[in-house]
């Protein structure tokens, strides 16, 4: 917002620059090309920010309103208390942004909830996720994220993928401990049309590390932007999210990465009462390439 403040005032500045050469009669000595050239950049550079005026409007919004509602002689006095907390706001916003491996906005499971609400309601594309909980612990730690993700579907969206970054004796014995949940997982993932891919915990941890990910818990929404994901290990710690943008580095890490965990990964399939871990075919490992390029890429 201060930024676009600043590049208001410097194309007023540039205007008045303008207004001095033209009632100086200095205008009109320029060549014709130098003056479109400076008609070109001033109606895009306004438009440009127009539209992001236009893109801040809720925010604009909320300020004139308070600005109308608050009698003139207690504005001052309501800034002052609402400014700590915009500035809890914009700490909040850097953390949220911030790539460090330790870094990240801490949140309650209700705020984690809400923000995926938001992902999913503006994702326009099909989902990749990766995770390394167990089927029965994801369904504690994120009790609507399918769900949320199903009513997504109804935009007309084909296929999801969620990679579980497990060992398969670790998913079989959770199976046979946590019946119920495990198979709400799985029925959920099924009814959403949500395929399951588990894969190689240890090749997954290696590659990430690698290429630097902060972590191996992530969402790709609508192959633009991505939400790593920090779950806490113990009651009493908070979860942590962060939030990238699919640039041209990003993208190709996380294509990377993926990529690289198709050879050693195994369908996911329950079928009479029994867990059984299908390996992925040489056409189901092309599909998953060709999804990878198409969305990522």
């Keep these: 917002m ?7 005032l410097w194309i007023l500045a540039a205007l008045f620059i303008v207004y001095l050469f033209k009632a100086k009669g200095e205008l009109g000595h ?30 604009v919004s909320i300020f004139l309103s308070h600005h109308k509602q608050i009698p003139k002689n207690l504005r001052e006095l309501s800034l002052g208390f609402l400014r700590p907390k915009m500035e809890i706001f914009l700490a909040q916003s850097r953390s949220l942004f911030n790539p460090s491996k330790n870094g990240g906005l801490e949140v309650t499971q209700d705020e984690m909830e809400e923000f995926v609400d938001i992902c999913f309601e503006r994702s326009t594309k099909s989902y990749i996720g990766s995770d390394s909980n167990l089927p029965s612990v994801f369904m504690k730690l994120y009790p609507r994220y399918v769900v949320t993700q199903n009513k997504r579907r109804h935009k007309g969206n084909s296929i999801d993928y969620r990679f579980l970054l497990i060992e398969q004796a670790s998913l079989k014995g959770d199976y046979e401990s946590n019946r119920s949940q495990f198979m709400a997982f799985y029925d959920e993932h099924s009814v959403a049309n949500i395929k399951l891919i588990q894969t190689d915990p240890y090749l997954a941890n290696d590659a ?19 939400i790593f994901f920090h779950t806490p290990n113990r009651p009493e ?30 369908n996911i399939s329950v079928d009479d009462k029994s867990l059984t871990f299908p390996p992925l075919s040489k056409r189901e490992q092309q599909v998953l390439d060709d999804y990878f390029e198409a969305i990522i890429i």
Excluded: C, W
């Excluded at 201060?2 to 208001?8: A, D």
């Excluded at 014709?32 to 127009?50: C, D, I, K, T």
């Excluded at 979860?239 to 195994?266: A, C, P, W």
């Design 2 to 8: 201060v930024q676009l403040f600043y590049e208001i």
């Design 30 to 59: 320029l060549p014709q090309e130098v003056l479109g050239h400076l008609v070109v950049f001033f109606v895009s550079y306004s438009l440009m920010l127009l539209y992001r005026l236009y893109s801040l409007r809720k925010e």
């Design 208 to 226: 990430a590390k690698q290429l630097k990910l902060s972590s191996t818990d992530f969402g790709i929404f609508d192959g633009s932007f991505v």
């Design 237 to 266: 710690e908070s979860y942590r999210i962060q939030l990238i943008t699919m640039d041209k580095k990003n993208r190709e890490t996380l294509f990377t990465f993926l990529k690289g965990l198709v050879k050693s990964s195994h």
